[in-house]
């Protein structure tokens, strides 16, 4: 059987220059990142397009929360409902992602995706790399706010936040402490919410 020359998938020329790869933003259905991510890399290995697109991504962080009266860390997705990709934007490559299931459509001003710009998704990679070195509190605080220590020595103490340090993960509560004002600082994850 001789496969018709008409309807062959056109193979890039030798001196055809191989249009750049820019990253853009994939908007998916909530909750299916990782199952759109696997789709489309399977996608991706099958097609003879494969090339143009380089790599898929979820961007996630390392969260620790206390469950049980145990730390916990785990890995939540930082813009949920959302993938990165970095692709060469030809219309063989958009509609081989805009037909992956899950997949609800690019981000973009009117009818053709805008790439994100190279301070962007520097920014993002640095995000997702120092997000994983160090597991950010899955909940934040604010000054003022009531809480109760639920982990060490303080353990069932109530307070007020004084200062909140997110960068360290960190919190001064004023807490009364055999009828004293104290301020002690304790870690997001060694407190809740009243």
Do not use: C
């Not at 998938?9 to 909750?31: C, F, L, M, N, R």
């Not at 697109?53 to 813009?79: D, H, Y």
């Not at 809480?147 to 009364?176: D, H, Y």
């Amino acid at each position: 059987m001789v496969a018709d020359a008409a309807h062959a998938p056109d193979a890039p020329k030798a001196d055809e220059a191989e249009p750049p790869k820019h990253w853009y933003v994939i908007h998916t259905q909530t909750g299916q990142e990782l199952k759109v991510k696997g789709s489309l890399e399977g996608k991706i290995q099958q097609s003879p397009i494969g090339p143009q697109i380089a790599q898929v991504l979820v961007p996630t962080e390392r969260v620790a929360e206390i469950r049980g009266g145990k730390k916990r860390i785990s890995e939540r997705k930082f813009f949920p409902g959302y993938l990165l990709i970095q692709m060469a934007m030809t219309d063989d490559s958009w509609h081989l992602v805009r037909t992956t299931p899950g997949v609800t459509g690019f981000i973009g001003a009117g009818r053709r995706p805008v790439p994100l710009s190279d301070e962007e998704v520097q920014e993002i990679l640095r995000q997702t790399e120092e997000r994983k070195d160090k597991p950010a509190p899955r909940v934040s605080f604010e000054k003022g706010e009531g809480v109760r220590v639920i982990e060490g020595p303080f353990t069932n103490f109530s307070g007020v936040i004084e200062e909140v340090n997110a960068q360290r993960g960190k919190l001064k509560v004023l807490a009364s402490i055999f009828g004293r004002q104290t301020p002690i600082e304790l870690e997001f994850w060694q407190v809740e919410r009243l």
